[in-house]
Nanobody
Framework: QVQLVESGGGLVQAGGSLKLSCAAS??????MGWYRQAQGKERDLVARITSGGTTIYADSVKGRFTISSDNAKNTVFLQMNSLIPEYTGVYYC???????????WGKGILVTVSS
């Protein structure tokens, strides 16, 4: 089982930027992603990147967020720009290996965007 450790969250004013990082304890041949769970709501996909570099984004973050990875360091990043209060929530790192498709999750990190 892989361990995922998120970092980089915190409080930021609307219009500001944050960069989240997620370090995996070992290499994942598959995809890694970020999900957001706002209070009282479901956990939704924010962005995902495969080992080959293919990316997908939720429509709500296109043009504002960029997901990237450093495969040598088993780390995925989420650069978040032009933040708005609606982006507030707990952000979870996720891995999904190609071999079995089983999701594994980090503990989550809080991002709060103040208006």
């Amino acid at each position: 089982q892989v361990q995922l450790v998120e970092s980089g969250g915190g409080l930021v004013q609307a219009g500001g930027s944050l960069k989240l990082s997620c370090a995996a304890s070992r290499n994942i041949f598959g995809s890694m992603g970020w999900y957001r769970q706002a209070q009282g709501k479901e956990r939704d996909l924010v962005a995902r990147i495969t080992s080959g570099g293919t990316t997908i984004y939720a429509d709500s973050v296109k043009g504002r967020f960029t997901i990237s990875s450093d495969n040598a360091k088993n780390t995925v990043f989420l650069q978040m720009n032009s933040l708005i209060p609606e982006y507030t929530g707990v952000y979870y790192c996720n891995t999904r290996p190609f071999v079995n498709g089983v999701d594994q999750w980090g503990k989550g990190i809080l991002v709060t965007v103040s208006s």
